[in-house]
């Protein structure tokens, strides 16, 4: 059964959470990759038989999973954390992990932002940027070696994961992401390539990630949707727009509500009602407007 969702990364205060709950009784929630262990401690009563998702790594951990890393250090670093997260769904009674797919390095990932941009702007990544503002790559990025080295290995690697995640019940979803130097799993087609020879892997559907994507590579959006959805693996789908536009090329992952910048959040949701994935609202500003907008979509489908 399709599920409605709020991820939780736009939270500071479990005043905020409770509050938000208690106005919308039928909203689940993604756990966030944000959320350190006291914090989650703290929500956790709150949270008992609402989880739908969590976002690894949770609780937060100094780094992300870097399944792309050809270094056996980051990797056991990375199945550590990543195990952590399965036993965090376990416990909330969640099924899905959402997990970002890797990095073009073999560097550990930094989970703070403003280390994770310094990693970018290290001079292994320069040659490939086409916008500095962002670290946006070029659009030939995909098909250099070192992006397929190290998106091969990440493939061979969630073959592991992803049994490792049946063990705790849980299901692997791993996400697309923006197109950034050192981000792997861009365009539908790498998403398609990601569920060949893997049937225990399943993906989450970055809605405004592949708006972005979809600017810089200057693919058809909806084409690409479709693309990814007739995998049949799509069961958590990632909503929020962003002030990304081809013409002016500009690619910024914003996060933002779902009816600024023209995004087409409405012919985009009639599309995902037809499927069975879960629509997980990952707005960073006004909760209860986005919430508002999704449940009129979804309750004038039933």
Not at 71 to 92: G, H, I, M, N, P
Not at 146 to 173: D, M, N, P, W
């Amino acid at each position: 059964m399709q599920k409605r969702v709020l991820s939780l990364v736009g939270f500071n205060s479990s005043d905020e959470i409770e509050q938000y709950l208690d106005e919308f009784a039928d909203m689940q929630v993604e756990l966030s990759y944000k959320m350190d262990k006291h914090f989650l401690d703290k929500v956790a009563p709150m949270l008992s038989g609402r989880v739908a998702s969590v976002h690894a790594c949770c609780p937060r951990e100094p780094i992300f999973p870097n399944f792309g890393s050809h270094d056996q250090e980051v990797l056991k670093a990375s199945y550590l954390a990543v195990e952590e997260s399965f036993r965090t769904a376990s416990k909330f009674h969640s099924d899905i992990l959402v997990l970002h797919p890797g990095y073009v390095t073999d560097f550990a990932i930094p989970s703070d932002n403003q280390k994770r941009k310094e990693l970018l702007s290290d001079p292994s990544f320069l040659s490939y940027v086409f916008k500095e503002e962002g670290s946006i790559c070029s659009s030939s990025y995909p098909q250099s070696d070192i992006y397929r080295s190290h998106a091969e290995q990440a493939i061979k690697e969630f073959q592991k994961v992803a049994l490792l995640g049946k063990t705790y019940g849980v299901r692997l979803a791993v996400e697309n992401l923006n197109p950034r130097v050192g981000y792997l799993f861009q365009t539908p087609q790498e998403m398609v390539a990601l569920t060949r020879d893997n049937p225990d892997l399943y993906l989450c559907l970055d809605v405004g990630h592949l708006w972005i994507a979809s600017c810089l590579y200057d693919f058809d959006y909806f084409a690409g949707i479709k693309t990814i959805l007739d995998t049949n693996r799509v069961i958590n789908c990632h909503l929020h727009a962003n002030s990304s536009n081809r013409l002016e090329q500009k690619y910024s992952d914003d996060h933002q509500s779902l009816d600024t910048y023209g995004f087409p959040y409405e012919s985009l949701v009639a599309i995902l009602l037809e499927t069975k994935a879960n629509l997980v609202l990952e707005t960073v500003e006004n909760p209860r407007e986005n919430t508002l907008l999704l449940n009129a979509l979804m309750d004038r489908k039933h």
